[in-house]
């Protein structure tokens, strides 16, 4: 047996849990270092900075379990710089100030301190502001890791002093390499006798979404509880399923990736992509979205993006909407699957959101257009002798239900806000439009007085 699994004798004679696989594989300097090859391969920009020592305040961006508190390590390892591990989570004002105050002693010392900040967007505005002159002297390197998009968590002052790299998921290959490196390094399970198959391998890195800390706690999991026979362990493909029976999936629903997702879900109904609408629907609720939001966006989408070329798809989204709330999760997901099938195959039309944005730009610049009097309500004797009504002409009176009277204010006369692209039954709306105007037009005519050829004034 190795010596990390026995653990160490303690002072009470019990023995010291060993540190969990992800820690004791963490890499010590980037040779190990897996992923991240758009910034870390040969002649890449951060690599060039680390190799050159010429390291500035940065944000690494990623989701979970990409490397950024190592790589923070090892670019302190590679600059001979003093590390200083600092939490958002537990860490206020006083302990930055107290932390500052040693770094700052250090410079004077000749001495670089590279402040490492997990999960930066949990300071608050104040919080971030208190780096903001210790950054601005060099009294320390900044650098901060998040997860959340930094153009929205970090304080733009302090975000205009660091530079930012965008650190991705690691891809299969790169979990499966991490795995590989874990069955031989001596830290890890070297040296001990394991059976397991390559597709076992690629499946855990599957399971774990790009996360390297999550793949190496399964590999973990999946080897401490499989079958020992005499001094060999054989990982079955039922351990590793009854290890990962259910999967954790990437979404927070307060958090960036939320927006991402519901934006590939609009984006995809919005391509007629049904099949990856359906999967992103699939990634919202089994993540535990609420449905009700979920149906909610799909009603917007209903008007936004199908409007008038099928109104029968605002119907079918109140109508999903109304099915979760009577009855909820999980039966609800078959409403919602089906409201996003129909929306996804429906013709498509933007016209109804174009008219109003074109409409609200008019209306936000022209605030005071007053409303014309002939289509003001006279209901009392001073607003009649005012003209409030007067002119009007009243649709019903015409056999046509139609008149030519102008209702936009005299500013805007003429203005065309709706525009439909006359797709599914959009088309018989925009015939329809051009009936009104032709109606329109010949009424002009005989206000006017000009008459078609062969035509009279009944």
Same mark, same amino acid.
């Not at 190799?51 to 001979?80: C, H, Y």
């Given at each position: ?17 060993p ?16 992923g ?30 990409? =490397? ?9 390892? %590679?600059?001979? $710089?003093? @590390?200083? /591990?600092?939490? +958002? ?60 998009n ?26 499966v ?13 070297? =040296? ?8 076992i391998? %690629?499946?855990? $890195?599957? @399971?774990? /979404?790009?996360? +390297? ?18 001094e060999r ?17 990437l979404y ?47 009603i ?15 119907e ?40 109003y ?12 257009e ?89």
């Amino acid at each position: 047996m190795a010596d990390w699994e026995e653990g160490q004798q303690t002072l009470f004679g019990g023995r010291e849990q060993p540190a969990p696989l992800a820690d004791r594989l963490r890499p010590r300097d980037l040779s190990e270092f897996s992923g991240q090859q758009h910034l870390l391969g040969e002649g890449k920009i951060l690599r060039r900075l680390i190799e050159q020592d010429q390291i500035s305040s940065m944000i690494f961006w990623g989701p979970p379990g990409v =490397g950024k508190t190592t790589l923070a390590r090892i670019i302190a390892n %590679r600059t001979n $710089a003093s @590390f200083i /591990n600092f939490s +958002a989570v537990t860490s206020g004002i006083k302990e930055i100030k107290e932390v500052m105050a040693r770094a700052e002693a250090s410079r004077r010392l000749g001495e670089r301190t590279i402040l490492f900040v997990d999960e930066i967007h949990r300071f608050n505005k104040a919080q971030q502001d208190a780096f903001l002159p210790y950054v601005e002297k060099g009294s320390i390197i900044l650098i901060g890791a998040t997860t959340e998009n930094p153009s929205f968590e970090i304080n733009s002052a302090l975000l205009s002093r660091c530079k930012v790299f965008v650190l991705n998921a690691l891809s299969e290959d790169d979990l499966v390499s991490l795995l590989e490196r874990a069955l031989r390094d001596p830290n890890g399970f070297g =040296g001990q006798d394991i059976a397991i198959s390559p597709e076992i391998l %690629r499946a855990i $890195a599957a @399971f774990s /979404n790009g996360d +390297a800390r999550m793949a190496l706690n399964t590999l973990e999991m999946v080897i401490l509880n499989s079958e020992r026979n005499q001094e060999r362990t054989v990982v079955k493909k039922e351990t590793l399923e009854q290890c990962i029976s259910k999967k954790s999936l990437l979404y927070d629903k307060k958090g960036e990736e939320h927006y991402n997702i519901i934006s590939a879900l609009h984006k995809s109904m919005r391509n007629s992509d049904v099949d990856a609408a359906i999967y992103w629907l699939a990634r919202m609720l089994e993540a535990g979205e609420d449905p009700l939001y979920v149906a909610r966006r799909l009603i917007r989408f209903a008007s936004e993006d199908v409007g008038m070329a099928d109104s029968r798809a605002l119907e079918i989204a109140v109508a999903a909407y109304q099915a979760c709330h009577f009855i909820g999760m999980p039966e609800c997901s078959v409403h919602l699957t089906h409201a996003v099938t129909y929306l996804s195959l429906a013709p498509k039309s933007n016209a109804l959101y174009t008219a109003y944005e074109a409409a609200k730009k008019d209306a936000v610049s022209m605030l005071a257009e007053p409303v014309p009097l002939h289509i003001r309500n006279g209901v009392t004797g001073l607003m009649r002798e005012l003209h409030y009504g007067e002119g009007y002409e009243y649709a019903h009176d015409r056999e046509e239900k139609v008149t030519a009277m102008e209702c936009l204010p005299d500013s805007l006369r003429g203005r065309r806000y709706y525009m439909p692209a006359g797709h599914g039954s959009e088309a018989r709306v925009l015939e329809r439009m051009r009936q009104i105007e032709a109606l329109k037009q010949k009424i002009r005519e005989e206000e006017a007085g000009n008459y078609p050829e062969g035509e009279k004034k009944g």
